[in-house]
């Protein structure tokens, strides 16, 4: 939830551990990480079937069929079927990608917002105390709240658990990408590009932000995790996706009504959201072990 | 110590002014006129005009502002559209089972996550240090309503252990007591891996400093040492941590007594929101955010009653 989720252990950047992703020595040191590896496939693997959807689903996701209502795993229907007959194949693999687009679109929105207002708190000090306070008050709330108060506004559905997804994550990107690029700020390239005269706008966006981007790229892989579970909370308790909308948390509330004689309704969507949001946490993990090796206690 | 309880009072009053604009801003954004909702479906639209001017919904936005700061100082937050009866009546009445739940999950999951970090810190490296990390990183990923639905099917339905549906009267009764056991392992399951997580990182840290050296050194045994001089040190931050996650423990159960059917504030805000209950829903976020901010608050105090350092800074 939750924030609701737990929020991951603190990433705190270091010189080293700025700018670089892309060297080769760190892909690497990742590679050799067995359960990160798994982790990757897996997402890659989950994500392909997300974009995939529309053309591989052996059936129509929402197509009802009464006869088949609840009938357990079969060989025409693999994880067999929900309360309506629809099946659950074709379901799951909607419901990754409406669940994985919401969860997405939230961290890239949210992330850059709160990448740009890091940077702007780290380069201009005169920013920093109003970016700073409006970050740490947004940061103390549990994010559930956020969901609350916009669904109470803006009703439930998908486009408003979206734009509560999207405000819980800026602050903690604002904070780790401040952090970072204070580090930044402190080398002597960045001296040199003030000493030149290169204009503010180009010195965060051509050098600030591509040496702050791996710090908050690890922090975007975990933050994702966590933003995937909230959004599923959220739709369970029916303020996100409405049915008859696939998205796994809806589909795992969805099936609570069949829990005691079909199981699988409930079960099957619920699975997938755990081992969607542990890939995110244990590849986020491992990234931020090889990138700050000093945090892997 | 009282200027540290001042200070942290004086830097909360613009978050919770903060919270009070959105609260107002909530009800201003919604589209439902309250002046309508008091009057009630059989009003003339003089009686709405009269009640508006009397509830002061033409004035300009910063006076009803004042107007609604009064109003929630007197613990006035409107009637909910749906029972008609006063917000305050209907929150006062979810409080309780909400904090109920609240402790009941912490006052096992808290003792067992430390037991289990501090077992892991001490054994780092090994089988049961990577097993409990496993376990604490799966119960991060895991989606609350799950845990909470396996428990009802196996523990409620099949074995028949515990009820699974509501809240059964005080805990003081049986009935009480019956009631909260699935509902707080739920909400407590989740809770276990971070504060694991937490204790581990936080005595491994302290593992390595110099009086636990010398405690070994002088000959203590390695049990005294851990618990005596280690612990003891270690849950400092633990403890900060922990009041840090009361936020994700308020998101969790939103979901918990959603699931359970528990009579709380979450589910009452979740309700609420559902049915379009406008002044019912913006009651039960404030009260939600508010006592999230009283836990901070006294979270903070409670760490500065625990660590002089904190009181010098």
């Known amino acids: 939830m939750t924030e609701t989720s737990a929020t991951p252990a603190p990433f705190l950047p270091n010189q080293a551990a700025t700018g670089r992703l892309l060297r080769p020595s760190i892909w690497r040191k990742l590679s050799r990480d067995k359960a990160a590896m798994l982790a990757a496939v897996f997402l890659v693997v989950v994500v392909a079937l997300g974009v995939l959807a529309p053309w591989i689903t052996p059936y129509d996701p929402y197509d009802n069929n009464l006869r088949n209502m609840l009938k357990p795993p079969s060989a025409a229907f693999w994880l067999g079927n929900d309360g309506l007959g629809r099946d659950m194949v074709s379901r799951l693999l909607f419901g990754i990608r409406t669940t994985l687009t919401m969860g997405i679109i939230a961290v890239a929105a949210g992330g850059s917002i709160g990448a740009v207002l890091g940077l702007l708190a780290a380069y201009f000090r005169r920013l920093e105390g109003p970016i700073m306070r409006v970050v740490d008050v947004l940061l103390s709330f549990p994010s559930i709240l956020f969901g609350l108060a916009i669904a109470a506004v803006l009703g439930a559905g998908t486009f408003s658990i979206t734009i509560a997804l999207t405000v819980a994550a800026v602050p903690a990107i604002a904070r780790i990408t401040r952090a970072a690029a204070l580090v930044v700020m402190q080398q002597e390239y960045i001296s040199a590009c003030r000493a030149i005269g290169m204009s503010d706008g180009r010195i965060i966006f051509r050098h600030l932000l591509p040496n702050c981007a791996s710090t908050i790229f690890v922090y975007l892989t975990l933050q994702l995790g966590q933003t995937i579970l909230l959004g599923a909370a959220l739709s369970f308790i029916g303020l996100g996706a409405q049915p008859p909308t696939a998205e796994l948390g809806t589909m795992a509330a969805d099936g609570r009504n069949f829990l005691f004689f079909a199981p699988h309704v409930s079960t099957i969507p619920s699975f997938a959201i755990f081992l969607i949001v542990l890939a995110f946490n244990v590849l986020g993990d491992a990234l931020r072990d090889v990138l700050d090796p000093r945090l892997r206690q | ?313």
């Open chain 2, 1 to 313: 110590m009282l200027q540290h309880i001042a200070h942290r009072l004086l830097i909360s009053i613009p978050v919770l002014i903060g919270v009070l604009l959105v609260g107002f801003l909530l009800l201003q954004v919604v589209p439902t006129d309250p002046a309508t909702v008091v009057a009630g479906p059989t009003a003339t639209h003089v009686e709405i005009e009269a009640i508006r001017e009397a509830m002061g919904l033409n004035e300009p936005i910063y006076v009803q502002f004042g107007i609604y700061l009064t109003r929630v100082l007197q613990g006035d937050l409107g009637r909910s559209m749906i029972s008609n009866s006063p917000v305050v009546t209907e929150l006062a009445n979810t409080v309780g089972p909400t904090i109920e739940l609240m402790l009941a999950s912490l006052i096992w999951a808290v003792p067992l996550g430390i037991v289990l970090g501090t077992l892991a810190a001490v054994r780092r490296g090994r089988m049961s240090d990577r097993i409990i990390m496993a376990v604490s990183v799966a119960g991060v990923s895991m989606p609350i309503f799950w845990f909470g639905l396996m428990l009802i099917q196996y523990v409620g339905f099949h074995w028949q252990l515990f009820p699974f549906q509501g809240r059964g009267g005080p805990l003081w009764t049986l009935s009480g007591l019956d009631h909260i056991v699935l509902p707080a392992l739920t909400l407590g399951g989740v809770f276990i891996g971070p504060v694991a997580r937490m204790t581990r990182t936080s005595l491994l840290e302290v593992l390595g400093s110099d009086f636990v050296r010398t405690a070994r050194a002088k000959g203590v045994s390695e049990r005294r040492v851990v618990v005596s001089h280690a612990l003891r040190n270690s849950l400092i931050p633990v403890v900060t941590l922990i009041g840090l996650q009361i936020g994700f423990l308020l998101g969790g159960a939103v979901v918990t007594e959603t699931l359970f059917a528990w009579p709380g504030v979450g589910r009452l805000a979740v309700g609420a929101i559902t049915s379009a209950d406008y002044a019912l829903a913006q009651g039960a976020i404030l009260v939600l955010a508010l006592s999230f901010l009283l836990v901070n608050l006294l979270v903070d105090v409670l760490y500065a009653v625990l660590d002089p350092r904190v009181r010098a800074r």
